[in-house]
């Protein structure tokens, strides 16, 4: 594995980090860059999902107020635009040109962002499990949802608000009304802590989570960017909230999701604790980005 040359990035209201690990070979089509992007998950978590990639020159960055990005913005809740500008920020300091781009959670939002604002950056993005509820046919009761989490995360902390929010990717099937009055799991249950620390800066659940579900794609300029987009899902999300929006967001670009081994976390080798199929799904992912490169010539 290529050792990943760190560099920061000195920003408005925040200290970007971000590595570069240097490809020995020619990579897909000419050798793009690939840009591995999480939300809230830092470049740690892509450790596995980089190393099967060693012919290819891998970018890999901390969002704001994650990580080593550190924040001076002072804000409460950031937006996926913001985050689009960022990456748009670290694209242009590593010199990269026109990316491919594999995104997940988060990070596939906020790249659906960035390819709305600026198409001429993302030669192909890979959008792994978006998100974001506004394209649920139960968007009203997801939001309510995910506002409750945060609204939980702000008065009680971070245990209960964890263990909603554990609960709710884990769901499969819609969301009904009065999902908050529901029974609330116990953070003990999911191994949380009970005591609240006090502690209200979680990027998840209180910098992220309402900005990231409400995102509204702007279907019309996805659909004319020069990016190739494809929509991809995990075999075992099937009907969770993530893998249901992915199928939205597909529908509104006129397509169908591609289906990748494993769950929301399938390129995970153990970091953090889980487990997916990571070189199942790399050799996937290698395909769609050799498919969509073949399909430009």
């Known amino acids: 594995m290529t050792e990943a040359e760190t560099r920061t ?53 901390d969002p704001r107020g994650v990580g080593r990005s550190t924040r001076e913005d002072g804000a ?51 959008a792994h499990e978006p998100p974001t509820a506004r394209v649920l046919p139960d968007h009203e009761a997801a939001l309510e949802v995910c506002t409750d989490i945060h609204t939980t995360y702000l008065r009680e902390g971070f245990g209960p608000a964890m263990a909603k929010f554990l609960a709710v990717i884990g769901r499969k099937g819609p969301f009904t009304a009065g999902w908050a009055d529901e029974p609330a799991p116990s953070p003990a249950a999911f191994g949380l802590p009970t005591e609240d620390d006090g502690s209200r800066d979680d990027p998840l659940l209180g910098q992220n989570i309402r900005g990231c579900t409400g995102f509204s794609p702007d279907f019309a300029a996805l659909r004319a960017a020069s990016t190739r987009i494809v929509i991809a899902a995990g075999r075992e999300s099937e009907g969770q909230f993530a893998a249901r929006a992915a199928a939205g967001v597909a529908a509104g670009l006129g397509t169908e999701p591609t289906v990748f081994p494993s769950h929301h976390g399938g390129f995970l080798g153990g970091e953090f604790g889980q487990q997916g199929a990571p070189e199942e799904f790399a050799k996937t992912l290698r395909h769609v980005l050799e498919e969509a490169a073949g399909n430009s010539r």
């Open 9 to 61: 990035l000195s920003v408005s209201g925040a200290t970007l980090a971000y590595d570069i690990r240097g490809g020995t070979g020619s990579g897909a089509d000419s050798g793009a860059v690939l840009f591995l992007v999480g939300s809230p998950m830092d470049a740690s978590g892509f450790a596995t999902l980089a190393s099967h990639f060693t012919d290819r020159t891998v970018l890999t960055y």
């Open 76 to 126: 409460a809740e950031l937006t996926p635009q913001e985050h689009a500008e960022d990456l748009r920020r670290v694209i242009e300091a590593a010199g990269a040109g026109a990316v491919d781009m594999f995104a997940s959670s988060g990070g596939a939002v906020n790249a659906l962002a960035l390819v709305a604002r600026h198409p001429g950056l993302v030669r192909t993005l890979v």
